[in-house]
Nanobody, 116 residues
Framework: QVQLVESGGGLVQPGDSLRLSCAASGSIFGIRAMGWDRQIPGKEREMVATITSGGSTNYADSVKGRFTISSDNDKNTVYLQMNNLKPEDTAVYYC??????????WGQGTQVTVSS
């Protein structure tokens, strides 16, 4: 059984920062990549950022220059540093893990609300 435990969401004002964390545990059999998706109300879930076990990163255009993804492979943990948050970043953020067997796992989601 695989568990992804997310933390760090909350309510912030435009321009503020937040840091999301996600720790993976269980029978993953090696991690190929980790990342974050988000679901904005009324829209489909979208990729926000990914990082491979080798450190290669990929970002959605809407967050480039503002968000930074990083990971600690020894701890199976992925982070998302979000700076200069905007109201349109309001969403439920989901941690994702892709195993070396190409199975994808999602966390339970953490709410991020950006509002003045």
């Amino acid at each position: 059984q695989v568990q992804l435990v997310e933390s760090g969401g909350g309510l912030v004002q435009p321009g503020d920062s937040l840091r999301l964390s996600c720790a993976a545990s269980g029978s993953i059999f090696g991690i190929r990549a980790m990342g974050w998706d988000r679901q904005i109300p009324g829209k489909e879930r979208e990729m926000v950022a990914t990082i491979t076990s080798g450190g290669s990163t990929n970002y959605a255009d809407s967050v480039k220059g503002r968000f930074t993804i990083s990971s600690d492979n020894d701890k199976n943990t992925v982070y998302l540093q979000m700076n200069n948050l905007k109201p349109e970043d309001t969403a439920v953020y989901y941690c994702t893990v892709t195993s070396r067997l190409n199975r994808v796992y999602w966390g339970q989601g953490t709410q991020v609300t950006v509002s003045s």
